[in-house]
């Protein structure tokens, strides 16, 4: 069943808050994503529908993070990770995570990475996302 307007509104704002936390983390990788996470929604009033959506993406890139980054390793042969800007390779993981889960459609993940990418960073950190995501979702089987 489709998802509502509401619905794609709250899953839009979750993955903004997700990138947040994951883009703060990246900054003090030391304070833990979870707890970066957990402190940066209180502190933004983050509500119960759209932490339900951004607690599952902040905790498989928690969990997975070594495997998440091997993945895009692996198909960004030309760039390290630790060069990319932080908010590209926060972009690049939160959409990896959801990838990884396997509950979002990969064009719906790579399409709201491309709108994090555009809207956080700039236009050419889209065209990176979108082919990074692309080639990551086509390795991991998703399309």
Do not use: C
Not at 35 to 40: I, S
Not at 99 to 118: D, F, M, N, S, Y
Not at 125 to 135: E, K, P, T
């Amino acid at each position: 069943m489709p998802l509502t307007a509401h619905e794609i509104r709250v899953r839009r704002r979750a993955r903004a808050r997700a990138l947040q936390a994951l883009y703060a983390w990246d900054l003090v990788p030391d304070a833990g994503l979870l707890k970066v996470g957990e402190r940066l929604f209180a502190d933004l009033a983050v509500g119960p529908e759209e932490r339900k959506v951004a607690a599952p993406l902040l905790e498989e890139a928690a969990e997975s993070l070594k495997e998440i980054d091997n993945d895009l390793a692996s198909v960004t042969t030309n760039w390290r990770l630790e060069r990319l800007s932080a908010i590209d390779r926060s972009v690049l993981r939160l959409a990896a995570s959801e990838l990884r889960i396997g509950e979002t459609p990969p064009v719906t993940v790579i399409k709201e990475a491309i709108h994090l990418a555009e809207r956080f960073g700039t236009d050419a950190s889209a065209r990176f996302v979108n082919g990074v995501l692309d080639a990551l979702a086509r390795r991991l089987g998703r399309i």
